[in-house]
């Protein structure tokens, strides 16, 4: 949705401000939310045809008289001097994005409540789709995204990053997170039609009360919530290393603020040093 210049340069900006450490993401967006904008659904083609036009315009390559998936441009150039090699990411739910990221980008990042399954699918997707394109499937790497809620933190405070997340999802994109998991559809329907979450107004995460996330805890299955991060650091850092044994590359914790991390992290550390 934004001019390849735009995009560009202020990639190389972040890439050169933090020495090197920056990756852009890309992603399609949430299908309501673009329709709402009055923007058209974003296409396989366009997210492959903008990924190589960033990397060509890092490379200080001089573009004329482009006419692409992503687009119609005149002249693109950024600085015949840039040689920048700046990592990409895509942010993937379905086959055909997983595909996408194993042969283009360096970095897929999965969604928060994968469930075991669909992160062991989504890794053989990713890594099947970059052997396919001559890519060496190592260099491609797949980030699980964990719920990562210590027990240390307040009920009505995991309450919203467990329950009221999970149900914020299901309110934007439920049928891809139940189509994604393989859940039943028919918790879903009732999800929906549930008279509360049906009158309700705004994301149930930011507006519902504790009291209101009770009720919605009891419309969303154990088994939806279990593949998050839930409990002592202890417990969390063990969720945390089961991801990488079920064959993510790293993984990003996810539903807390740093400071409310510290115990987590901690325990994470300590597990590693036990290994």
Known sequence: TR???ITASYATTMHR???GRFTLGLGRGIGPMMGALGLPPVTTAQLEDFAGLMRRLWKGETIVGYDGPAGRYPFLRLDPDFDENI???????????????GRTFDHVVLHTFFTDETLQRC?????????????????????SVSAAIGDHLPEDV?????????????????????????????????????????????ALDDKATPEELQHVATLIPDEWLAPAAIGSPEHCAAKVQEQFDLGADGVILHGAAPAELEPLVSAIREQNRAR
Request: glycine content about 10%; proline content about 7%.
């Open 123 to 143: 890794v053989r997707t990713v890594k099947q789709a970059a052997e396919a394109a001559g890519r060496d499937p190592d260099t491609v790497k797949v980030w």
């Open 87 to 101: 990592p990409l990411a895509i942010m993937a739910f379905g086959p055909n994005t997983l595909a996408l990221g």
């Open 158 to 202: 995991r309450l919203k990053k467990t329950v009221g997340r999970l149900a914020t999802y299901l309110q934007a994109y439920g049928d891809l997170m139940v189509s994604t998991n393989q859940w039943d559809p028919a918790v879903l329907a009732r999800f929906r039609a549930d008279p509360f979450v049906a009158g309700f107004r705004g």
């Open 3 to 5: 001019h390849p210049i």
């Open 17 to 19: 401000l933090t020495g």
